[in-house]
Structures are given as C-alpha cells and as structure tokens.
C-alpha cells in the first residue's frame, strides 16, 4: 500500500497551485497503471521518532530514544509488477542519501550508488551489488522508500462512486486489516475506524488534481510478542493521516505525497517467563514528504 499525496506540501515545493471549480462529480482513482521500465525521480523527507521506556515496580529501568530525518533523492527505474501492478521491485540510483541525527549528518551512500529495492515474503529489502545493505543504511530505506506490500490505494482508500468537493465515505477496514503491513500487528477490521474526503479541486502548473484527505485511528494495537511473553496491552492506538493531489487526468501518475503515523502503547506483564511483571510505554511516530517528477 503506497501512501497518498500530499497537497499540504505543495507550496513548499514551489508549486503554483489554485483553485478551480468544484461543482462537479469526480472518479476516484488513486492508483494509476506502471510499468516495466517506467522511469522517475523521487525526493523524500522523513522523520521518525521512538521512545521505550520499561518500568519495574514503578521504578524506570530503561529507557531509548531515538530521533532522525532522511533526505532521499534518486532516480527510479520499474523492474517488476505484481498481479495487481503495483511496482515490487524497482532500481533506485542514488542522488542523495542522508541521515540526520541532531547536528550531524552522515552521507549513507555515494551519490550514483545503485539500490535495488524489491518485496519478499511481504516485507521489503535492498540490495547494493547483489548484497543485502547493512543494518543502518536498511533501517533508513524502511522510513524512505516507498513500494507497494499488498493492498492498493483504491482497495483501502477508494470509492466506485463518483465524488463531489466535499463529500466523504468511509475506508475499507477489511482490506485494510489484511494489508500485510498491518496484518503482522494483529488487527480486527473491527478496531479500524476512518474516512476519505475529497477537499477540492486544484491546479497546480497545469494539471487539474484532486486534493484527498484520508484520516484513520486504529485500535488495540498489539505487536508480535517473543514466544513465552505474558504481556496485555493497557493503551494501544495508532493513528494515520494522508493527504493528497491526484490528477484527474487518469493517464497520470502520482505529484506529491504524505503520510504522518503515531502510534501510543503501554504493555504490561512477564516479557519472558520467569521474568518479573514490568511495564513497557512506547510511543513511535513516522512521517514522510515525497515529490515525484515524471
């Protein structure tokens, strides 16, 4: 499932974007044909954001931090489709790859690097040179770099029934739930709750789009636990919001995106057995900004 595009960006991008007429129905159509040897340019920032605390007896035990932004840019080449033509593995020559930790940035890799980026057993991995990349470099990519695990755009966010500026409908909880990126987190369609809007109707350059708000709140979150863990969830939450501009020519693909994820927990319980009881907060957020150019 890639993420929807992100008009509230678009300004920052340099973009000239107005407002055109809005009195009209439209066709929801988020996810736009690819191709084997399609060719793009990509520019994200992302932040992610971590903190684990674990407490025993009411007395904290341990606690991690961790806090950074990625600035990725690279050309992007479509290898390989899936059945429902998403792209699952595409190459992506590096232009910049950095990670930013307070005031120090580190380049990851050289500029003209070669990462190949594909899905396996629904997870994605990266190759330089045939091999998998270290830890670190992986982890970054994880924030970065979008491709296609599952469910589309269309299955979880669309709608069949044409649209007017301001009108909603609900997102599809089931196809949600067996999304692979979430289904690993042991969700009930039941506990996912959220709803699309078309906002407007908006030029930008020349293009007509269509600005799409998704807002999704998703609860009892429970992660794999390790075999043998106790552990009940007191407080687990996520929430999602995605924003976008769509061209409503049908032929385009995709401008702009984002997507800004929090997710709240507190467990409690034996981690391990024979383990004393203790009580693990965790709070994560992930965001990221994409501009495409075709």
């Not at 992610?48 to 806090?67: S, W």
């Not at 009940?232 to 032929?251: E, I, S, Y």
């Not at 995709?254 to 409690?268: I, K, Y």
């Amino acid at each position: 499932m890639r993420p929807l595009i992100c008009l509230a960006l678009a300004l920052s991008f340099g973009l000239s974007v107005a407002p055109v007429a809005e009195s009209q129905e439209y066709r929801i159509q988020l996810d736009r044909p690819s191709a084997v040897g399609q060719t793009y340019r990509v520019s994200v920032v992302a932040h992610e954001e971590q903190t684990n605390a674990v407490t025993l007896n009411g007395r904290e035990l341990q606690r991690e931090d961790k806090k950074f932004t990625v600035h990725f840019d690279a050309k992007i080449t479509v290898l390989a489709l899936s059945d429902n033509e998403q792209p699952v593995k595409e190459s992506a020559v590096v232009e910049r790859l950095d990670k930013i930790e307070g005031k120090k940035t580190t380049e990851l890799v050289d500029k003209g690097t070669v990462i190949v980026a594909s899905i396996k057993d629904d997870k994605k991995q990266f190759t330089v040179d045939g091999r998998p990349v270290e830890a670190e470099l992986a982890e970054v990519l994880e924030v970065a770099y979008s491709l296609g695990t599952g469910k589309t755009d269309d299955e979880v966010f669309g709608t069949a029934e044409p649209q007017a500026v301001g009108d909603s409908w609900p997102m599809n909880a089931e196809a949600a739930a067996d999304d692979p990126e979430l289904r690993e987190l042991q969700i009930d369609k039941k506990n996912i709750h959220g709803k699309v809007t078309l906002q407007s109707v908006r030029r930008v350059g020349q293009v007509e789009c269509l600005q799409i708000l998704a807002k999704a709140t998703i609860d009892n979150v429970m992660p794999p636990m390790p075999e043998g863990a106790d552990m009940k969830a007191n407080r687990a939450v996520a929430q999602m919001r995605m924003t976008g501009l769509f061209p409503t020519d049908p032929t385009m693909d995709r401008l702009r995106e984002s997507l800004e994820m929090t997710m709240e927990m507190q467990l409690q319980g034996r981690p391990a057995p024979g383990a004393p009881e203790m009580v693990i907060d965790s709070r994560f957020k992930r965001s990221a900004t994409v501009k495409y150019t075709y």
